[in-house]
């Protein structure tokens, strides 16, 4: 079963926009560490945030916010009035407890922005 | 710092013949991995080394990739005989290995892209 479900592949908005992409975990842990990582067309994934399964507070740096819900098991990213230069794919990922090195990726979303 | 460093970027091969793909890690930091990432797709893990021993290789097709990680440093990953279906990024990650109160995250290279034709 997929551990990390992102049902966006591609996403278009315009230029100040505001974007939400999804993100649907499974486990059975109950500790677990959720991860969002950028990939601009340069090809390198970049790190943005990591969240811990304790820890539900939601999180804005920026134009960027994240909304963790246990309730639905979802980690959710929010980009306030999109700029061009945020045109990439962007993953979540999500390791566990038992293996915490060890990172499950969704399948990506594609987000364009247009000018 | 310096970060993840991967060569070549990019290769192009018939089927059948075999590639290396090579990865500096970030100084320091005791895991590594080799990922796949096929187009559309996420990246998926081949291989995890904790130093210089492997943590888990559950999804490496041992019939013809091998990875090795020489005295914990760098590490090679080999495929022969490609086959048309390993045209893929070939990504390598790092990260400190600790515990996780060391807020683990990874680093990435740039990728290899590998076209098998």
């Known amino acids: 079963a997929q551990k990390v479900t992102q049902a966006q592949t591609e996403i278009s908005v315009v230029e100040k926009e505001d974007v939400t992409l999804d993100c649907v975990y499974e486990?059975?842990?109950?500790?677990?560490?959720l991860f969002w990582y950028k990939q601009p067309p340069s090809g390198e994934l970049v790190f943005l945030i990591r969240?811990?399964?304790?820890?539900?507070q939601n999180e804005i740096s920026g134009r960027y916010s994240w909304n963790f819900q246990k309730s639905t098991s979802s980690f959710n990213f929010t980009i306030t009035a999109s700029q061009v230069v945020d045109s990439a794919v962007y993953f979540c990922a999500l390791s566990e407890e038992d293996n915490f090195n060890k990172f499950y990726f969704g399948s990506g979303t594609k987000l364009n922005v247009k000018p | 710092e310096a970060g993840v460093a991967q060569s070549p970027r990019y290769k192009i091969i018939e089927k059948r013949q075999s590639v290396a793909f090579w990865c500096n890690p970030i100084?320091?930091?005791?895991?590594l991995y080799w990922y796949q990432q096929i187009l559309g797709q996420g990246p998926k893990l081949l291989i995890q080394f904790q130093n210089n021993g492997v943590v888990d290789d559950s999804q490496l097709p041992k019939d013809r990739f091998s990875a090795e990680r020489l005295k914990g440093v760098d590490s090679t990953l080999k495929i022969q005989p490609a086959k048309l279906e390993d045209s893929a990024v070939y990504l390598c990650?790092?990260?400190?290995?600790?515990?996780?109160?060391?807020?683990?995250?990874?680093?990435f290279g740039s990728g290899t892209q590998l076209s098998v034709l």
């Open positions: 486990t059975r842990d109950t500790t677990y560490y």
């Open positions: 990650a790092s990260s400190l290995g600790g515990s996780p109160s060391t807020n683990e995250k990874l680093f």
């Open positions: 969240r811990n399964s304790f820890d539900e």
């Open positions: 100084s320091g930091h005791a895991t």
